[in-house]
């Protein structure tokens, strides 16, 4: 209960052998070769780690990408060339048996760690927590955290914030604890896990495995993963696919621009994507299948980099955290400063305050932020000199950051999506992983999972 994996975007397999022939330059070879041909759709983690366990074993693979680039929700800017940013994951949450350490250290990335023992607290006077405000957000903590505990033995699920509300109706809502009771919901629930508290089931959303150890973030940023996967595979970019048709042999790929057949297809979809329809299959998925997609949700984690001419703010601190009047704006920021000598801040925004934020403009945004780091620093602290912002909820093809268990859904459907149909399609993606969903392990791992199941027909 204690983490903040901001980002969640984490058992190496190696086995195999599939293939793949794309497009119809590639159909008279299929009676040469005695190999399954395999699409993934998709070229972020999941969909690279299977195509790369899939292509190691000699076989073709083609992946096919609807964005410009490879790494799906894994995206590092550049604009900013003395410091490349993530606008997706991050971290490498809990180095300890994480796989992806194991690639990190493979590849000799280098990697700056961050600590949340490093943290700084303001209340919503912009003044550092007293220690009998330190006293009174632990207390308030414990019962948040108690009364979820208890709600997880009972019978019937419901949300989150159904749980706390008779807790938070014993303050009046101008109160401090009020206000605390808020802080806690948004930075160590809604930013954690990327949805609402009014809709996060408090049975479930916590069903997570974590690793242990520190946070590690990459000094070239977190795309230097999907590139090394990346090597040697054929991607098709800038392919946007609008119908599966998988009832028949071969399986059918159709995109906006050409026509992808195989033997069988990954699909490594965000959910969102899956949940908007925008992809038809055909035939309809399973009844089960559909469920699933529809019941599990599609969470929101926004950021906003602000990049100063210099820092104002304490050096060694790494997170900077506000109990805001209101809900979830602005609570929680990560330093630059002390990990990377650079002077930017980087705010989130999850939930209803993130998907909320995305019809603002930059300029707005930007504004709302400042205001936030004024009431702590006071209104003599310079304006940015400039800004990157992400919105993932409104991002055609991901629709949202990561997935999270609202109230009606249970772990088991996450297995049900992530069940293959009658070995012709198979599924990949952090929301398909039950042990590690909403985290870049959780997709790398599915992508391996997939592969090796693919490679057992």
Not at 174 to 201: D, M, T
Not at 206 to 231: N, T
Not at 349 to 363: C, K, Q
Not at 380 to 391: F, K, N, S
Request: hydrophobic residues 40%; negative net charge.
């Amino acid at each position: 209960m204690d983490r903040r994996d901001f980002l969640k975007i984490f058992a190496l397999t190696l086995i195999g052998s599939v293939s793949i022939a794309c497009g119809e330059e590639l159909q008279a070879d299929r009676a040469a070769s005695n190999k399954k041909r395999i699409a993934v759709i998709g070229a972020g983690l999941a969909g690279l780690a299977a195509a790369r366990e899939l292509h190691g074993q000699g076989y073709e693979v083609v992946v096919v990408e609807a964005r410009d680039r490879i790494g799906g929700r894994i995206w590092t800017s550049t604009k900013w060339s003395d410091m490349p940013l993530d606008f997706g994951a991050t971290w490498i949450h809990g180095i300890q048996g994480n796989p992806l350490t194991d690639l990190a250290e493979q590849i000799k990335a280098k990697r700056l760690t961050t600590s949340y023992d490093r943290t700084e607290t303001y209340n919503t006077l912009g003044q550092p927590l007293s220690q009998a405000e330190e006293v009174r957000m632990e207390d308030l903590r414990k019962k948040v955290f108690g009364t979820l505990e208890k709600a997880q033995d009972e019978d019937a699920d419901v949300s989150i914030r159904q749980v706390i509300e008779p807790l938070m109706h014993q303050f009046d809502k101008s109160s401090e604890a009020y206000r605390f009771i808020n802080f806690i919901l948004s930075g160590e629930i809604e930013q954690e896990y990327s949805g609402s508290a009014a809709k996060l089931s408090a049975q479930w959303y916590d069903s997570a495995k974590e690793f242990d150890g520190d946070d590690a973030l990459f000094v070239q940023g977190f795309r230097v993963i999907p590139e090394f996967l990346a090597q040697g595979l054929n991607i098709e970019l800038g392919q946007v696919v609008k119908e599966i048709q998988w009832h028949q042999s071969p399986v059918r790929v159709i995109t906006q621009k050409t026509e992808f057949t195989a033997d069988c297809v990954l699909v490594t979809l965000p959910l969102g994507v899956l949940q908007a329809g925008n992809v038809r299959f055909t035939p309809e998925l399973p009844r089960n299948k559909q469920n699933a997609i529809a019941k599990l949700g599609m969470g929101v984690l926004n950021k906003c980099y602000l990049r100063f001419p210099k820092v104002f703010w304490p050096a060694d601190v790494d997170w900077l955290e506000y109990v805001s009047e209101r809900h979830g704006e602005w609570t929680e920021w990560v330093s630059f400063k002390r990990a990377a000598n650079m002077p930017i801040l980087l705010g989130f925004n999850a939930a209803d305050r993130g998907r909320e934020m995305e019809g603002w403009s930059d300029r707005q945004i930007v504004a709302s932020a400042m205001e936030t780091l004024r009431k702590i620093y006071g209104r003599g602290i310079p304006e940015p000199t400039d800004y990157q912002i992400t919105r993932w909820a409104t991002d055609p093809f991901s629709l949202g950051s990561y997935s999270y268990n609202p109230v009606g859904a249970v772990p088991k459907m996450r297995q049900e999506l992530a069940a293959p149909l009658e070995k012709s399609v198979f599924f990949a993606g952090e929301a398909s992983n039950q042990d590690y969903f909403g985290t870049a392990s959780g997709a790398y791992l599915s992508g391996l999972r997939a592969a090796k199941e693919i490679l057992a027909i």
